[in-house]
């Protein structure tokens, strides 16, 4: 568990029902508190009724039978009805403005980085955690975590040596589909990028979402952006930066909300990652900047104009044989967590 506001860690085994209900007891307590009381979940659960659930529970269970497991014991541990907690892990596809924030690094070369800012509700700072997750059937694998939501749609890494980094897109043109939660978290169970890319083009998606993926021993770097309809995959040649709006060629006429912060956040992230010019350069130096001080990249303000701040940063560093990855959970200082070559922080009791 966390303590004085900080990034906690917590192991999770056994079926994944039984992991469902380990995340949802994690939780719990901040649910009850904080999130059944908010805006954005009076907002989501507006949607309750909206004949598009049915449809994708269907797909859910059909699909994803793994999934819907881990949704149904996450609501067990949660004490929170089953269709609620459905509906909140479905918030992105139905509510263009879910509080869903993100920044993304990604630079390209022998040794890929990618580095993330995690932005979300800052009412969960000192609530969230880096779960180790070990399911009896699927991959094993480290995400960052929020109270009520089943992983895949932070960032994280697998066994695979697969990393992910997922940033909300605020989508128009949602429809009836698989929740982007879900892909996300079927991503983590992909034993190489190929296979990622391959499931978010073929998918019945319902949202939209940015991924940024890549995988120990394979030099490519991807950008994936999906929205209801469509799909487009980048793979990156030079540095680049990525909020929280639809930018790829393919995609960026979309109809999508484009909030002044992630407008911000793109053309500040531009403008320094321009000046970078290989792996070398210091991915902090975006994700941590201030620069534009009304709407900046690291997010601590609390009049943020899309209520939400930044909780964590995470530095993945790809390698032929390694995955080495730290995570902070306050800018400017050591990192609260280092995987130096697996998914557990030094010094932690659980080695994978």
């Known amino acids: 568990m966390s303590i004085e506001g900080r990034l906690g860690y917590l192991e999770v085994k056994g079926s994944h029902h039984d992991v469902g209900v380990q995340l949802g007891r994690f939780g719990a ?22 004949p598009r659930v049915a449809e994708m529970r269907r797909l859910v269970e059909t699909r994803f039978p793994a999934y819907w497991s881990e949704l149904q014991g996450l609501a067990e541990g949660l004490a929170l009805p089953f269709d609620d907690v459905f509906v909140w892990n479905c918030r992105g596809d139905f509510w263009a403005l879910a509080p869903d924030g993100c ?9 890929p980085v990618i580095a993330h800012n995690e932005d979300g509700d800052p009412g969960f700072r000192g609530h969230c955690a880096l779960a180790h997750v070990r399911p009896e059937n699927g991959k094993a694998f480290t995400s960052f975590v929020y109270p009520a939501s089943i992983p895949g749609h932070t960032f994280a890494a697998n066994e695979a040596g697969l990393v992910q ?14 929740p982007r939660m879900i892909l996300g978290r079927a991503v983590l169970d992909c034993g190489s990028l190929d296979e990622a890319i391959a499931l978010l083009r073929t998918a019945d998606r319902a949202g939209a979402f940015h991924f940024t993926l890549a ?9 994936v952006e999906f929205t209801h309809s469509s799909c487009s995959v980048e793979l990156l040649r030079q540095p680049s930066c990525h909020s929280n709006h639809l930018i790829h060629r393919d995609t ?11 407008l911000s956040r793109q053309q500040r992230g531009d403008d320094i990652v321009n000046g970078f010019a290989d792996s070398a350069d210091d991915p902090l130096a975006v994700l ?5 001080a009304s709407l900046p990249i690291y997010r601590a303000q609390p009049d943020d104009p899309d209520h939400e701040n930044t909780l964590a940063t ?20 050591p990192p609260r967590y280092r995987m130096d070559g697996g998914l557990t922080p030094a010094g932690s009791a659980s080695a994978f």
């Open 288 to 292: 941590w900047d201030t620069g534009a």
């Open 215 to 223: 995988q120990r021993g394979d030099t490519r770097l991807a950008s």
């Open 165 to 178: 980094t997922v940033n909300n897109i605020r989508s128009r043109g949602a429809g009836a589909g698989l």
């Open 103 to 111: 920044t993304t690094v990604q630079i390209p070369g022998n040794e």
């Open 252 to 262: 960026a006429n979309e109809r999508q909300v484009i909030t002044p912060s992630s």
């Open 314 to 333: 995470a530095v993945f560093r790809l390698g032929a044989r390694s995955l080495d990855w730290q995570v902070y959970d306050r800018a400017g200082e």
């Open 29 to 50: 307590g901040i649910a009850h508190r904080h999130l059944t009381a908010s805006h954005a979940w009076a907002s989501v659960m507006a949607f309750r009724h909206d």
